[in-house]
């Protein structure tokens, strides 16, 4: 069997460097070292399969040749990644026709190619989802301590007590599980929301055909995949925390549940929970929309930056939890009313008894410690999530 050589890096000064030409055998006496030019990766024909054969490849212009690898099934879901672009790149000028200078952008520039459009929203709504939740952490951890009271009365006495006792690991106590709970859930959402949102918005030069804007519409359909999907989870959730010692684990308790009460009862409350997702989730979706089309109209900019995506959807959130908390307000009175002596007959009744014993102050009691959490994880999901997006590209001239 004749030898290969293993050539790591390419000879041109392009600013990659690909993996290729991979052989059986090789010594470092034939391991081709890189030009300066010569310093980023790229990993292409990457599939899902066992089997890995040499090809032979073209025979480049210093006349060694090789063999490269493929991998079987590589038009499965992720035809291939592609690795850092232009990594530290400096800003050059170039001069194109009649003295013309336009200036190429350098910075840190990863692309990853994934074929299919459908993985590549579900991973940018994980990613998304699992930032946004980490980065909020702490401010959920310090919220339920002042509402158990256990640390303290106020903000600055609930982090102090927690950084003398656990340190900042305390204040990410739980995370992990919240995080697996968030990503899938934030990824059917925010899938689901690109997906009926495309294709209910009308096309450039065309009338809407709706009444409403698609974007609410989406923002509802999101809402409502999203919980069907992970409701159970959260019921398994609640039991495992409430009933101690009955069931051995996540698995055991959706057996026996579903074994004994039958599969309905893992949705059971399921109405109640559709009633406060839905309205925050269609206001939350449409404001964002608006205030991304506002801003291309006012800036007559089609791109938008991060840090103005993060600004856009904290006010997204902002706007969505205001306008929905008089029936978050009126869900939790309705869940205590029997404990408070008050009974009430739907939402709407709930919203007017509040009304009229406390005004409209009792309609927004506790906006402040709530907006504390869901503005900042809002913005932060949403930047995430067209930053991976940007990221995760189709082709190679996206890339």
């Known amino acids: ?13 392009d600013g990659f460097f690909s993996v290729c030409n991979l052989g059986f055998q090789s010594s470092p006496q034939h391991v081709q070292y890189p030009h300066a ?17 040499p090809t032979p490849e073209p025979q480049n212009p210093r006349g060694d040749g090789g063999g490269g690898m493929k991998l079987p099934y590589a038009d499965l879901y992720m035809k291939y990644v592609e690795g850092i672009k232009n990594f530290g790149a400096k800003e050059e000028e170039v001069v194109e026709g009649e003295g013309v200078v336009k200036k190429k952008k350098g910075g840190l520039k990863l692309k990853i190619k994934i074929a299919n459009p459908s993985l590549r929203r579900l991973i940018s709504g994980a990613v998304a989802g699992a930032v946004s939740r980490t980065a909020v952490a702490p401010l959920e951890t310090i919220r339920t301590h002042l509402m158990v009271g256990s640390s303290g009365n106020s903000s600055t006495e609930v982090f102090n007590d927690i950084m003398k006792v656990d340190g900042w690991t305390g204040l990410f106590r739980g995370n992990l599980v919240n995080v697996i709970r968030v990503a899938p859930s934030k990824a059917i959402e925010l899938f689901a929301y690109d997906t009926v949102n495309k294709h209910l918005s009308p096309k450039d030069g065309e009338q809407s055909k709706l009444p409403i804007p698609a974007s609410l519409i989406a923002g509802a359909c999101a809402g409502v995949s999203s919980t069907l999907v992970t409701y159970p989870l959260e019921l398994l959730k609640t039991r495992l925390t409430i009933q101690r010692g009955v069931y051995n684990g996540l698995l055991d308790a959706f057996v026996k549940i579903v074994r004994e009460e039958g599969p309905a009862e893992l949705y059971r409350g399921l109405a109640p929970s559709l009633i406060g997702v839905i309205p925050y989730a269609a206001t939350n979706y449409c404001a964002y929309d608006t205030l991304r089309k506002t801003y291309r109209k006012i800036f007559k900019q089609e791109k938008i930056g991060n840090i103005q995506t993060l600004l856009i959807g904290s006010a997204a959130g902002a706007i969505s939890s205001t306008a929905t908390f008089p029936l978050e307000v009126a869900r939790k009175h309705m869940q205590v009313g029997a404990v408070g002596g008050r009974q009430y007959n739907d939402v709407f009744h709930a919203l007017t008894s509040i009304l009229e014993h406390e005004g409209i102050a009792g309609l927004y009691r506790g906006l402040g410690p709530s907006c504390m959490k869901l503005v900042p994880a809002a913005g932060i999901s949403f930047m995430c999530y067209e930053a991976m997006k940007k990221i995760l590209v189709e082709d190679d001239e996206e890339a």
């Not at 069997?1 to 000064?13: C, L």
């Not at 030019?37 to 054969?53: E, I, R, T």
């Open 1 to 13: 069997m004749g030898r290969r050589d293993v050539q790591v890096f390419d000879d041109r000064s």
């Open 37 to 53: 030019g010569g310093l980023f990766a790229s990993v292409s024909q990457v599939g899902m399969g066992f089997g890995v054969s």
